[in-house]
């Protein structure tokens, strides 16, 4: 049963563990211990779940001497049955790291220079209450997270939307699942993924679009490796334009040029629709909009969609085939289509499919739009981002009066005269000065955004205020005014929710460094410090500390979608992890959302009217209200579009970027733990063959990136990745680099676009062209 102490490197997915369709999946516990303890020697496990990604696998963290020694799964948690990623195998290491922010800092005379809180604090405040009096709510944005706790969100929400009163508030949530939200919204009125992980078990097709899910959720990789290593191995699907381990195991691999996924999703729907492969009494009973999609895809035979994605008619027929006659189809889409040109139209496409198959809420006919980091569920749930607390409808009044009672405050005072602002536009109003001071929590962004110079020159203007709370040194906290150093995962305690809506509670297992502080005491100090009052001249927010704020969730959640009424922190302490709603109905939490055919999306209940799929402008109540009146699933379709950016003459290649296995986002943990460093220690360019032989590359050649924004040097690996197509890993910034060495960062490349539906920035599809800097052995 143990896969004990294996090189997780060199294995990132470990040994498998086959099982038939309809099955139970095996346990495998992995564990890693450092300085080669044994289990018996530790002095306590204390339970929590993975934060280097989204799938939740629930683990235990191990106490020696007061300081984290090691990892091992939770073999009895229902996301991972005991396994590990090797991130969270590793990366658990980076919390003791030796450059830990200890202490506050402030800037003098251009210095960032250490302090102690109350001068910090006093900095933030009298500069919040400077600029209230002179210019109002609207000079404050707040730039959140998906990797705080839920409990830290829906604090930072009331501050933010209900005392301060912005509507300049969003996650970096946006730069990841915004269009997952969006999807969702778009077809079932309402944020919540329709599907669970035990899809695997039953599922006869696993479809994946956009989503290297072998190296991004590698857990639920294992998971389906383990199928495929037994009988009734599902067939899978794979839509990407790299030969990415998912595509070396597909049935199908469809590589469409980068930006063309509504002109192939068009495509499929056209077979689906020619061959009768609907469920016709599903779509009558359950679903509006259908006759508009049949005449859409009718204008995309294959022949059509195979010239503008670039493969062959052939292969998109054999796909339709697999997802037309499926009997259990699990569909699971990301940033290939999220971070893509006309993004929440390709999405939404995926999920027509399951409509139009009435493959939902089933045991393997599941859906999910999925999230990518780990607790960027809460974000949206607890209105921290561009979303509203307990999913709830900013141009539905009703919703907002029962923000406003719950927060007991005027209904005036939380902005609803349009959506939460999108970061980019919020880096907009920074830009022309009317945004002042702005709030960084747990996100990078001057690593992680596109346009890098852009975004260096907008967070190091003076009149802009910035605070930054972070645990390390970054690219962000270089330019800070005023940086606060935080606690982390196993310095406090909190509950998070991965993609199938599993929530697990995390529990405080060493203390911080220094005098870093949990992001949860952080904002409750600011809120006092500022004297934040609701209506009646009590506290706003309320709480004290994670439990009670807890609670005052539970309390916003009742009877929306997303319900905690029925969990408590002593029902999640030893559990399997419980997915939500859990509430007096569901006691147990609910594994599959609209098995019963009803969903959220009655006008009076939905998150959202929807938006028009190319413009993105919003519908209006009325029209959602003839358009949908008893709250069916919406088929919405979508023409398609040609990327704004094409390779041309200067630049002949489409530029695509992503990840590793090995490191997460801007490294700042998985770059400070030996293992993982190692596994990756430097930016590398993809390129095919063909390309690299016209070009004349070799492998390991230094090779220059160039495209209208910027230029990034990078070592040459020729793979399998479609001809005419780059890859660039998004990871690796400066932090850990000499000054003075040549830009790296891919988003110096990376373009200020966005979907005009979810507003997610575009980090797949820039045109590049590609020149050899140093052959490898003049570079070695
Ligand atoms: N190891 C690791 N795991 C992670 C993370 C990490 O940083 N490292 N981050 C987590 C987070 S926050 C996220 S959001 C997820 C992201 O997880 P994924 O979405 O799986 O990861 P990406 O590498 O960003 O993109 C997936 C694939 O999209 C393909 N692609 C690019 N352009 C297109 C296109 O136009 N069409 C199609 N069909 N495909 C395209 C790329 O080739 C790439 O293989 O991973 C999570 N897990
Ligand atoms: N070109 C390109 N750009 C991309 C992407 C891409 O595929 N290509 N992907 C996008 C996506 S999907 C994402 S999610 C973003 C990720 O982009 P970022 O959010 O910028 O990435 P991270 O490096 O995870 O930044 C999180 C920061 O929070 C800090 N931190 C960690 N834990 C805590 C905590 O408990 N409290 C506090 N206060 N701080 C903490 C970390 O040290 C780190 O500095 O990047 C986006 N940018
Ligand atoms: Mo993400």
Request: hydrophobic share 35%; charged share 25%.
């Amino acid at each position: 049963m143990s896969n004990g102490r294996r090189d997780r490197i060199a294995e990132p997915w470990g040994t498998r563990t086959p099982y038939a369709k309809g099955g139970q999946w095996p346990k495998r516990v992995d564990m890693f211990l450092a300085d080669e303890l044994e289990p018996e020697n530790v002095d306590r496990w204390v339970q929590s779940a993975s934060v280097l990604h989204s799938n939740g696998d629930g683990l235990d963290i191990a106490v020696k001497d007061g300081r984290i020694v090691g990892v091992r799964g939770r073999d009895d948690d229902r996301v991972n049955h005991g396994r590990l990623d090797p991130k969270d195998f590793y990366g658990w290491q980076a919390n003791a790291s030796p450059d830990r922010l200890r202490t506050p800092m402030i800037r003098v005379n251009g210095e960032l220079t250490e302090c102690d809180w109350d001068t910090a604090m006093d900095q933030v405040v009298r500069h919040s209450k400077r600029l209230l009096d002179r210019y109002g709510p609207s000079a404050f944005g707040f730039y959140t997270s998906g990797q705080l706790f839920l409990e830290e969100y829906y604090t930072l929400g009331v501050i933010a939307h209900g005392a301060i009163g912005t509507n300049h508030v969003d996650g970096n949530t946006r730069l990841c699942t915004a269009t997952a939200a969006e999807a969702l919204k778009e077809s079932f009125g309402c944020d919540g993924q329709p599907g669970s992980y035990t899809e695997v078990d039953h599922a006869d097709v696993i479809a994946l679009y956009g989503h290297n899910v072998a190296e991004t959720q590698t857990v639920l990789w294992m998971r389906i490796l383990d199928r495929l290593a037994g009988p009734d191995p599902p067939a899978i699907l794979c839509v990407d334009p790299r030969r990415t381990p998912v595509a070396e195991h597909a049935t199908v691999h469809l590589a469409p040029l980068p930006g063309t996924n509504v002109a192939l999703m068009n495509g499929l729907l056209h077979e689906i629709v020619l061959n009768g492969w609907v469920d016709t009494d599903y779509v009558r009973t359950h679903a509006v909009g259908f006759e508009e999609l049949r005449k859409r895809v009718a204008e995309f035979p294959p022949e059509r969609a195979a010239e503008i994605c670039g493969v062959s008619a052939d292969d998109i027929r054999s796909a339709a085939r697999l997802l037309g006659t499926a009997e259990r189809l699990l569909s699971t889409v990301l940033q290939g289509f999220y971070q893509s040109h006309q993004a929440s139209a390709a999405a939404v496409q995926v999920n027509n499919i399951h409509i139009l198959r009435g493959m939902l809420g089933q045991p393997g006919c599941g859906l999910l739009q999925m999230n990518g980091q780990p607790t960027a569920e809460n974000t949206r749930e607890c209105g921290a981002d561009g979303d509203l607390a307990g999913f709830r409808n900013w141009s539905n009044d009703s919703h907002i009066r029962e923000l406003a009672d719950l927060w007991n405050l005027d209904m005036m005072q939380i902005p609803h005269y349009a959506p939460p602002t999108h970061v980019m536009q919020m880096l907009r109003y920074a830009e022309q000065g009317t945004l002042r001071l702005l709030w960084v929590s747990a996100t990078n962004p001057a690593v992680s955004l596109p346009e890098l110079r852009r975004i260096r020159s907008i967070l190091s203007q003076q009149r802009l205020f910035l605070v930054v709370q972070d645990i390390f040194p970054t690219e962000t906290t270089e330019l800070a005014d005023v940086v606060l150093p935080a606690a982390t995962w196993a310095e406090k305690t909190g509950t998070f929710t991965n993609t199938d809506r599993t929530v697990h509670l995390s529990e405080k297992a060493v203390d911080p460094p220094g005098q870093a502080r949990p992001d949860l005491d952080i904002f409750l100090d600011y809120a006092r410090r500022m004297g934040f009052r609701d209506r009646d001249g009590n506290p706003l927010p309320s709480w004290t500390d994670p439990e009670s704020a807890f609670t005052a969730w539970q309390r916003c959640s009742a009877g929306r979608p997303c319900d905690y009424t029925g969990l408590s922190y002593d029902k999640l302490r030893g559990s399997r992890g419980i997915q939500w709603p859990c509430n007096a109905e569901n006691p147990e939490g609910t594994e599959r959302l609209y098995s019963d055919g009803r969903f959220w999306a009655d006008p009076d209940y939905c998150e959202a009217y929807g938006k028009d799929l190319i413009t993105g402008a919003p519908l209006e109540p009325t029209e959602y209200r003839a358009m949908n009146p008893h709250g069916k699933a919406i088929i919405k379709a979508a023409e398609y579009l040609p990327p704004h950016e094409t390779p041309n003459d200067d630049y002949p290649f489409a530029l695509i970027t992503g990840r590793t296995v090995y490191q997460f986002h801007t490294r700042t943990k998985t770059g400070r733990v030996p293992e993982l460093a190692a596994a990756a220690p430097e930016v590398w360019v993809e390129v095919s063959e063909a390309d690299a032989r016209r070009v004349g590359i070799q492998e390991g050649d230094l090779a220059d990136i160039e495209t209208p924004r910027g230029r990034v040097r990078a070592k040459a690996r020729i793979t399998g990745i479609r001809t005419g197509v780059l890859f660039l890993p998004f990871h690796y910034g400066y932090w850990d680099t000499e000054a003075a060495e040549c830009d790296r960062a891919a988003n110096e490349l990376t373009l200020t676009d966005w979907d005009p539906v979810s507003k997610q920035p575009i980090f797949k599809t820039a045109a590049a062209r590609l020149a050899v800097a140093s052959t490898g052995a003049e570079s070695s």
